[in-house]
């Protein structure tokens, strides 16, 4: 029924059991490292190619599972993210682009909503929007996700909800899958021709309040002897 957007089942079975058929994930497929990540999973993807209005098309989703009798509770949000952000391809979704779709978030009747998107959590204030105009519970992170640098793999979500009692979804994905997995979901390089820069963001142990000229002093000169001014 969903001929207009792309909602398949990329699991081995036809059939879920009843909690997995209450999950939907919807998923960047733009971004080729995702639809590797999603292959095979354990409930519905509906893909999002940046071809459409994204928050539009999952309110079609989730209402026409509702008139199917297949309700959704769990929505699974996978994509590149940033501090208040979440990457659709050269696309964001934050503060602004939410309140503009207030109506429709209203309508999402969701009970939670996962956000696998790199450090979206960082952004308190994005978080507490979603939780006001979904009405749900909001699980993210302030950190990475996916495959860090040590080697280890990071797949953790949590919610500033104190009252909450569920514990932490887990994505609908094969544990080892998801450990296997060589990549993050912070934010997706700037292509090329793209007039849009990836954020810059600070880290504040290494190094701290140095400049430019400090860090690489060896390649400036200083010729009229005025003070060097940089990026702390």
């Not at 292959?39 to 928050?55: C, S």
């Not at 994509?79 to 964001?92: A, I, K, T, V, Y």
């Not at 950190?143 to 932490?168: F, K, P, V």
């Amino acid at each position: 029924m969903f001929s207009s957007f792309s909602l398949v089942n990329t699991g081995k079975f036809a059939s879920f059991t009843a909690a997995k058929a209450s999950e939907l994930i919807v998923a960047d497929g733009a971004c080729p490292q995702i639809r590797k990540l999603l292959t095979a999973t354990e409930a519905l993807v509906l893909w999002l190619d940046g071809q459409e209005l994204p928050l539009e098309t999952v309110s079609r989703a989730l209402a026409e599972r509702r008139t199917l009798g297949q309700p959704v509770d769990t929505l699974h949000w996978v994509s590149h993210g940033s501090p208040g952000e979440l990457h659709l391809g050269d696309n964001r979704i934050n503060s602004a682009y939410l309140l503009a779709n207030a109506q429709k978030l209203a309508n999402w009747e969701l009970s939670n909503l996962a956000l696998w998107s790199c450090r979206a959590g960082a952004d308190h204030n994005f978080i507490a929007l979603l939780e006001e105009l979904i009405g749900a519970t909001i699980w993210s992170t302030a950190n990475t996700l996916g495959c860090h640098e040590d080697g280890s793999s990071h797949w953790t979500l949590a919610t500033r909800n104190a009252s909450s009692a569920a514990a932490s979804p887990a994505l609908p994905v094969e544990p080892a899958r998801r450990q296997a997995w060589p990549h993050r979901l912070n934010g997706a390089p700037v292509a090329s021709g793209s007039p849009s820069l990836a954020a810059i963001s600070e880290d504040a142990t290494d190094p701290a309040g140095d400049t430019v000229a400090n860090l690489f002093s060896s390649s400036f000169s200083d010729v009229d002897g005025d003070s060097l001014v940089g990026i702390a």
